[in-house]
């Protein structure tokens, strides 16, 4: 049998009751007792056992024969050991404790020979992100996490006869304590929404995103109208489920997953088909707004297909694990992207010609040029190829279709394609060529969509692209997938999209050619003229029909910190962020009926590690001009960034270099932390909002004065006019008798 963690227990098939074993037996015994200590009969019968222990030789603990437990894992030294550096300390009582400064990668909890070890309940609940209490249970699979800091880890040691019992751990990360442990298995769906129940082969936890696991399902329309029953607990019909996405499947407990049917079929009433997603959105605290709303927009923005999604509870191996958002995948189809998928093709030809491998199958050079489904991606994928993009940051592209049968002449031609329309958008942006390679009114809808719900992130990773056959064929915008990052509290509603700290790729050229500005403003209106009371009638539906669900997903996932409890507060939140974005881009474009965003004037302030990340006077900026502003820091060192009071303005670095002294350099909204590259320096920060820019200049050489010493002097400042009052903190040009210096009042 092997072990989680790389161990092997071996078994011999003949016991020979040794004093070792018998001293092994009595401990175990004393263990057991050890939770009985109030009663006399019981403290009696484990003094006389520890007595006998004792007599045989065995190393018995001061607290009564508890056993030596230690953290073992795969990141810690030696890989998997027993090491003093990771042993428990624990109290006569049972009460384990261990704490680390860091901890990162796969580990267990065990004795030094593996016959007591501690693991997670199940895959799904192995994954630890912030403080809390998790279900150990016997030889479970591994726990794991990713660089945590001020690590505690607790537990009370619980055994059943010889063997561990379930117990429950607590894990107190980064100065906050673990929440009580909340008993999961026991809950059950809201009965508000129809429950998706999924079960595995012998309930083997989904671990992978590229191996599929068998197993079967069935729904249960939970008396919703409109939905059918698929399958039954009697008669499940059969599937193959394993995990997805990218950063929602390693930083969440709550996993999104992939599903395919062995048989079409109709899932809560969308189109049949074999192929679906079940989204999480374990990330979503907007009232799970952000995805149902993006959908929403692009279907009235007229795109071509937009994803229909549909809210359920799913119970999966008999765990309920909340709500869930069943969604039509993107793939070729005629329900969904109506063209021929090139893999199909070549599966069709090797099926009528046996004798023959793919190998054999004879493309021309018009099969290049398509079907494509391509995705501007953010991510590695090993189907992918990088395009050095003009823009300055590299551009990777994604061929989701075709993906099986890809040759060097396809790869080839794609790049040579997105180069060719990379450089014709970044060269002469208002020549326009590009239009002949991309659908104008497609790139519109899509840009529509996407400004209205502020994605800023949506021409960076998400973005799909589809083309048909045919070298006159052209690049479609669509459809839309992600808008994890709309509805940000930070987010400012009157910034562009391409105002972002993820490289918006395309976006930003598009949007400055006049034909294509145009378009965008013709699918406004028209959607204007239709009203987009359409989007907030639908996000109130939608909040009213999982209103429910979402309470006891929240519940479900409390320990975790995921959900939307309160549905009423952020849906009101989001709507008048949206509110915001649609009137501001209504502006923009000069559509009658819409008014210039109300902005609130707010101070600035370098806010870092020398300031502790507070707003204080003495850091706050000075306003120099209508988006210019000045500050003088003595001795400024660490990382910092500039921002408001709320962070509704934040003013960060578009790359992770040091800044040298006296340059200029770009600044993003959102961006990262600044450091400088030197010691500490006495510097004067100049920021120009409008243009993005933040000019660090060196002070080495100005003298600091008192008021007191102003007596015969004229100040003028930098720009040479006369300054009457100079202003304290402020740098002039001083002018007494025959001197002039830079200084600082």
């Not at 909040?543 to 929240?554: L, N």
Request: net charge negative; glycine share 6%; hydrophobic share 35%.
């Amino acid at each position: 049998m092997t072990q989680a963690g790389g161990k092997s227990l071996h078994h011999s098939a003949k016991k020979t009751l040794t004093p070792d074993k018998l001293a092994e037996f009595i401990v175990k015994i004393c263990v057991n007792l050890h939770h009985n200590n109030q009663n006399p009969t019981y403290r009696l019968m484990k003094k006389f056992l520890l007595f006998s222990a004792l007599s045989l030789g065995v190393a018995v603990s001061a607290s009564g024969a508890l056993p030596d437990m230690y953290l073992r894992g795969a990141e810690l030294a030696p890989k998997w050991g027993a090491s003093e550096t990771y042993k428990f300390t624990h109290t006569e009582d049972g009460a384990y404790t261990l704490t680390l400064p860091k901890l990162t990668g796969e580990f267990k909890i065990s004795n030094t020979d593996w016959t007591l070890n501690l693991g997670a309940e199940d895959a799904n609940h192995a994954t630890i992100t912030k403080a809390v209490t998790k279900k150990g249970v016997t030889n479970g699979p591994n726990f794991r996490c990713s660089n945590l800091t001020d690590v505690t880890i607790r537990f009370t040691l619980k055994m059943e006869g010889d063997k561990l019992a379930d117990t429950h751990i607590a894990f107190d990360i980064a100065g906050e304590t673990a929440p009580p442990y909340v008993n999961i298995n026991g809950m059950q769906p809201s009965g508000s929404l129809p429950v998706l129940y999924i079960s595995t082969e012998d309930n083997e936890p989904i671990t992978s995103k590229e191996t599929y696991l068998r197993g079967n399902y069935y729904l249960d329309p939970m008396g919703v109208t409109d939905v059918e029953a698929i399958g039954s607990a009697e008669s499940p019909l059969p599937l193959q489920i394993r995990g997805r996405g990218n950063f929602t499947w390693q930083a969440f407990a709550k996993k999104p997953y992939r599903l395919k049917l062995d048989k079409k079929a109709a899932l809560l009433g969308m189109n049949s088909s074999k192929h679906f997603a079940l989204l999480a959105h374990a990330d979503d605290n907007r009232a799970f707004m952000r995805n149902l709303t993006g959908f929403e927009v692009s279907r009235m923005s007229g795109l071509p297909w937009t994803p229909a999604d549909k809210p359920c509870e799913v119970v999966l191996n008999g765990n309920y694990i909340g709500l869930y958002f069943l969604t039509e995948t993107i793939r070729f189809d005629k329900k969904r992207i109506n063209l021929t998928d090139p893999d199909d093709v070549v599966e069709d030809w090797l099926a009528e010609n046996p004798d023959k491998t793919a190998a054999d199958y004879l493309w021309t050079e018009e099969d290049y040029t398509g079907p494509w489904l391509i995705e501007f991606d953010n991510n590695v994928d090993e189907f992918q190829v990088i395009v050095n993009s003009k823009q300055g940051q590299p551009l990777r592209v994604t061929h989701k279709t075709p993906e099986d049968y890809v040759t060097d002449k396809h790869r080839d031609w794609l790049i040579n394609e997105i180069t060719a329309i990379d450089n014709e958008l970044y060269t002469n942006t208002k020549a326009g060529k590009w239009l002949d390679r991309i659908d104008l009114t497609d790139a519109a809808r899509f840009f529509v969509t996407n400004q209205i719900m502020n994605n800023y992130e949506s021409y960076s990773g998400s973005c799909y692209l589809t083309k048909d056959k045919g070298a006159d064929a052209k690049w479609h915008f669509s459809p839309v997938w992600d808008f994890g990052s709309a509805f940000q509290v930070s987010r400012d509603q009157t910034l562009w999209i391409f105002d972002s700290q993820y490289p918006q790729h395309w976006c930003k050229p598009m949007w400055e050619n006049p034909t294509f500005k145009a378009e965008v403003k013709r699918i406004f209106e028209a959607m204007d003229a239709e009203g987009f009371d359409r989007i907030f009638n639908y996000q109130n539906e939608y909040a009213a029909r999982i209103k429910a669900a979402a309470a006891q997903d929240a519940e479900r996932w409390k320990q975790e910190g995921y959900g939307n409890a309160d549905m009423a507060t952020p849906l009101a939140e989001v709507q008048k962020q949206l509110r915001e974005s649609i009137n501001s881009f209504g502006y923009k474009l000069g559509v009658a009926g819409y008014t210039e965003p109300h902005q609130e004037e707010s101070d600035l302030y370098l806010r870092g590690e020398i300031t502790g990340w507070n707003c204080t006077e003495k850091y706050k900026f000075t306003k120099t001009g209508t988006d210019t502003y000045e500050l003088i820091v003595r001795n400024l060192s660490g990382q910092f960034k500039i921002g408001d009071k709320n962070w509704l303005k934040d003013f960060g670095a578009s790359n992770t270099d040091a800044l040298d002294i006296n340059r200029t350099y770009p600044v993003l909204e959102q961006g990262g932390n600044f450091h400088l590259n030197d010691e500490p320096a006495d510097v004067m920060l100049t920021l120009d909002a409008q243009n993005k820019q933040l000019t660090i200049s060196d002070l080495s050489g100005v003298a600091v004065i008192d008021a007191d010493n102003s007596n015969s002097a004229q100040y003028f400042n930098l720009q040479g006019a006369r300054v009457a009052v100079p202003a304290a903190g402020q740098i002039y040009i001083r002018v007494k008798g025959s001197k002039a210096e830079k200084v600082i009042f």
